[in-house]
Nanobody
Framework: QVQLVESGGGLVQAGGSLRLSCAAS????????MGWFRQAPGKEREFVAA???????DFLDSVKGRFSISRDNAKNTVYLQMNSLKPEDTAVYYC???????????????WGQGTQVTVSS
């Protein structure tokens, strides 16, 4: 029932910033918890950030203080603001929707196609 489309990825130099957007279809966006995950070449998918329907937030330790997550229910959109980017942040970033704000991606029901973020040194 939900389709997710990410945008905003690209190539940026270390220390720079990007804002990722995830636009959702449907009229029940505000009922979902939303998460951001990433997967680098040769590595497992990992949790990055999540936001609940009540705007509670959770972050991977390595991005705390650098990344922020927000949602605009009127626009059916969740954002990931990424500042002070490092080469190790390079990955495909995915957004996901699920009933609760879990760190385990397997608990999310819907996924976007992903957007590439590349941070050069």
């Amino acid at each position: 029932q939900v389709q997710l489309v990410e945008s905003g990825g690209g190539l940026v130099q270390a220390g720079g910033s990007l804002r990722l957007s995830c636009a959702a279809s449907g009229r029940s966006f505000s009922s979902y918890a939303m998460g951001w995950f990433r997967q680098a070449p040769g590595k497992e998918r990992e949790f990055v950030a999540a936001i609940s329907r009540y705007n509670s937030k959770d972050f991977l330790d390595s991005v705390k203080g650098r990344f922020s997550i927000s949602r605009d229910n009127a626009k059916n959109t969740v954002y990931l603001q990424m500042n002070s980017l490092k080469p190790e942040d390079t990955a495909v970033y995915y957004c996901a929707a699920g009933p609760l704000m879990w760190r385990d991606g397997r608990r999310y029901d819907y996924w976007g196609q992903g957007t590439q973020v590349t941070v050069s040194s």
